[in-house]
């Protein structure tokens, strides 16, 4: 059943180069991925170069050292203030976005399982969808990864400089301003130098956010206040429904990271049962986590402005600081402490940018090289070998959006997000399933399809109550993610009629196997004979070509094995040459 759903192995090599050649060995050449054997004759623990692949634990560590950077320690305060009225029913939201990304899980696991190659969603959708709309979705996922990865990154370091504003008890815009865009020159200038203590980097930010998180748990369930929970009035209870998407979006930027180990899915042993508990397990788990910490902060300290609770921390726009474990532990022991803290979380958020921007270069380097993407991006470093042109980019681009406000940066983000990856990668798996519902899954998702229905119904309802301009008068990031993506599809048609590539292709057939193609040129020959015996030539040699032919007709196939190259032309040629 598989073969039914073969795809060109040079599409797909060069994405699993998704870590920097000085690390790994450098990207193999197009052709040279296209004798690779298949997954099912590799070593289970070794890849091809001999180098250990990643396993269940190591997996786990990977989605978890994504997700504990950035995380509640930012978006507290956002998220109960985006609620209309605010106050603690915000955490309905954050629970709305906790199921969405739990039944999410599921799908980016019975994904991973069904395709386990490097790359995530844009492999996903080629396989699924197709080299038509397979690849377009693949192209607009790619596209908005240009602008998603540098708001990730940048709101990473938007947030140290709003830590930072509790140390230098500045709260100016221009302050936090530039102190993000200084802190994110020294990471790209860092990523550009030298690569090589990234791992060691990463195990001591997961260690440092872990200790910091049960020191939370524990601090503010000793500390419990149950008036911190008392829901203010409200006026208006449709206006409030419709603001909990706000705070959604918040807790999708807190969970999301889950699915990191599906980018890497080559490397992963034994990716059919890895990838789909490395996923589900840490949503699981991260949300649990996450929701508790919520719950821990809030239980300790005022939300409500008017009692110098935390939600004035982000009423300020441009001069806010939502540096709130600052506050939780200037409370809890005393400023000393709380500045040692704050830098603990400072180290901690650098971090994650740190491993986020390198990673998000990655991707669209790696696409590049397979030919699916823009060619600027598969340049190299002419000494070090690594990803140049995309690390300088994603660096460039993050320095722009440290100059927008937080609440901006992440609302707009997880604005594309959803589209062009989350709702993207429903569509693959939906369209799969109800091409092929026989085919062999190594992994389905329990209840199929309800976890798929509550992701899409979601996300769709996040989606949709962004912040926009034309209904609600406010920030139009709805119009303007909307816009990204339009540009993204006038920018793929270009590229595809620069290369005449569907839609521009109609007459053009591609195959990956020169047996099928010989194949394929046999039945077009003997389909097409009928039609060729209502022309007339004047040539008695191409009359004894045609009985040739159909002396041949019912022994084509067999030949052809035989001999190996010669089309039914060929052969009946020869046949009149050499009687």
């Not at 090289?369 to 060619?375: C, N, P, Q, T, V």
């Amino acid at each position: 059943m598989q073969d039914k759903l073969h795809m060109d192995p040079m599409q797909f090599g060069s994405t699993d180069q998704l870590i920097p050649k000085n690390l790994k060995a450098k990207v193999e050449s197009v052709t040279g991925d296209a004798k690779i054997t298949s997954l099912s004759q590799q070593d289970p623990k070794m890849d091809k170069e001999g180098h250990r692949k990643i396993g269940l634990l190591q997996a786990v560590s990977l989605n978890t050292l994504m997700m504990f950077g950035t995380g509640p320690f930012i978006t507290i305060p956002f998220c109960i203030a985006s609620s209309s009225p605010p106050g603690p029913q915000a955490l309905i939201g954050y629970a709305i976005a906790a199921i969405a990304c739990v039944c999410d899980s599921f799908i980016w696991a019975e994904l991973g399982a069904l395709f386990p190659m490097s790359g995530g969603s844009y492999v996903y959708a080629q396989n699924c969808l197709g080299n038509k709309w397979g690849r377009y979705v693949s192209f607009l996922f790619l596209w908005q990864l240009l602008v998603t990865g540098p708001m990730e990154v940048a709101s990473g370091f938007i947030a140290i400089a709003q830590y930072m504003a509790y140390v230098t008890q500045n709260f100016t815009y221009e302050h936090h301003a530039f102190m993000a865009f200084a802190f994110c020159c020294t990471c790209t200038i860092l990523l550009y130098r030298d690569m090589t203590d990234v791992g060691t980097t990463a195990v001591v930010l997961w260690l440092g956010m872990c200790a910091a998180i049960a020191f939370t748990l524990v601090a503010g369930f000793t500390h419990w206040n149950w008036e911190y929970f008392e829901v203010p009035e409200i006026k208006n209870t449709p206006v409030l429904i419709w603001s909990l998407g706000n705070a959604a979006r918040f807790g999708i930027y807190d969970f999301t990271g889950y699915y990191d180990v599906n980018f890497i899915g080559k490397e992963v042993k034994d990716p059919e049962r890895t990838i789909p508990l490395a996923g589900v397990s840490t949503c699981i788990i991260v949300c649990i986590v996450y929701f508790l910490t919520y719950l821990s902060v809030m239980a300790f300290l005022p939300w409500d402005p008017a009692e110098g609770g935390y939600v004035a921390l982000v009423q300020g726009e441009g001069n806010a600081a939502a540096y709130i474990m600052s506050t939780f532990c200037e409370k809890m022991i005393g400023r000393n402490f709380a500045i040692f803290f704050t830098f603990v979380v400072i180290y901690c958020i650098y971090g994650s940018c740190f491993s986020l921007m390198l990673g998000f270069a990655q991707i669209p380097y790696a696409a590049s090289k397979a030919g699916m993407f823009l060619e600027m991006f598969g340049h190299e470093h002419p000494t070090k070998g690594f990803a140049d042109y995309s690390l300088l980019f994603m660096g460039l681009f993050s320095c722009i959006f440290c100059f927008l406000d937080l609440g901006v940066v992440i609302e707009g983000m997880m604005t594309t997000n959803i589209v062009a990856m989350f709702l993207a990668n429903s569509l693959s798996l939906v369209y799969h399933r109800w091409q092929h519902p026989d085919f062999d899954r190594p992994y389905e998702m329990p209840l199929y399809p309800l976890p798929v229905i509550i992701q899409v119904a979601m996300f769709s309802f996040i989606f949709l109550t962004s912040d926009n301009w034309i209904i609600s008068g406010g920030t139009p990031l709805l119009e303007l993610g909307l816009a990204f993506l339009f540009l993204g599809s006038l920018l793929f048609l270009l590229r595809s009629k620069k290369y005449n590539e569907w839609p521009f292709d109609s007459k053009h057939v591609r195959f990956d196997n020169c047996i099928m193609l010989e194949r394929s040129t046999t039945y077009c020959s003997i389909d097409t004979e009928e039609s060729s015996k209502k022309e007339t030539d004047s040539s008695p040699e191409s009359d004894e070509i045609a009985k040739a032919k159909k002396k041949l007709k019912g022994v084509a196939g067999m030949e052809l094995q035989e001999s190996g190259s010669l089309s039914i032309e060929e052969k009946a040629q020869s046949d009149v040459n050499d009687p």
